[in-house]
Each structure stands twice: as structure tokens, then as C-alpha cells.
């Protein structure tokens, strides 16, 4: 069974820092360092949106919105995704996923990140 598993997310003052992971289970992973997987969210009444992207060679990519705050990383050993979000701002509140970006899979439950004081 192909799970994705968000965690991290926490209510946060304006400015402050949190890390997301994102375990990756499941036969298609077997090869997890093949692809690329990304961090989206959604705020409460708007659409997903791709917050950042990271390649099987490390290569990453980001929504304007998050460049300079956020970094993303992968540990393909532990198949595991990470979000470095840091200067947080209150619009930055919203569910975050990860998925693949190629050929999505059943998203996961997210984790609400919450930023306000």
C-alpha cells in the first residue's frame, strides 16, 4: 500500500521557523530516489498550489511566494522529503502535502500549519 505520512506542521508566531517531513511507504517507492517529489499546500477556500520541487539529482524548485524562506531536501535512504520553512508569514497557513510531481498518488492527510499570534 502507497502511503505518504506529513508531519511537523504546529501553530507558529509570525517570523518563526518549523520543518515538515514527509515519510514516503509502499512497492513504488521502492525506488524512491528516481523521483522528483514536491511540497504543495492549500489554504482554506483556494486551490493546491506546488510550494517546492526537488529532482532525483538534488535540483529544487519554488513558488515565488517561498524563495529565500523555504528549503527543500530529501534523505533517499530513509525515503523521506523535508520542508525548512523559516520567516514564516501568516499567509503561509494552509495544509501541506507532498507527492509526487509526475503521476500524483492518493494524497495524504497533510499537516496544518498555522501561523499567527
Known amino acids: 500500500q502507497v502511503q505518504l505520512v506529513e508531519s511537523g506542521g504546529d501553530l507558529v508566531q509570525p517570523g518563526g521557523s518549523l520543518r515538515l517531513s514527509c515519510a514516503a511507504s509502499?512497492?513504488?517507492?521502492?525506488?524512491?530516489?528516481?523521483?522528483?517529489m514536491a511540497w504543495y499546500r492549500q489554504a482554506p477556500g483556494k486551490q493546491r498550489e506546488l510550494v517546492a520541487a526537488?529532482?532525483?539529482?538534488?535540483?529544487?524548485n519554488y513558488a515565488d511566494s517561498v524563495k529565500g524562506r523555504f528549503t527543500i531536501s530529501r534523505d533517499n535512504a530513509k525515503k523521506t522529503v523535508y520542508l525548512q520553512m523559516n520567516s514564516l508569514k501568516p499567509e503561509d497557513t494552509a495544509v501541506y502535502y507532498c507527492n509526487k510531481v509526475a503521476y500524483q498518488l492518493a494524497w495524504g492527510q497533510g499537516t496544518q500549519v498555522t501561523v499567527s499570534s
Open positions: 509502499g512497492t513504488i517507492f521502492s525506488i524512491f530516489s528516481i523521483y522528483t
Open positions: 526537488i529532482t532525483s539529482s538534488g535540483s529544487t
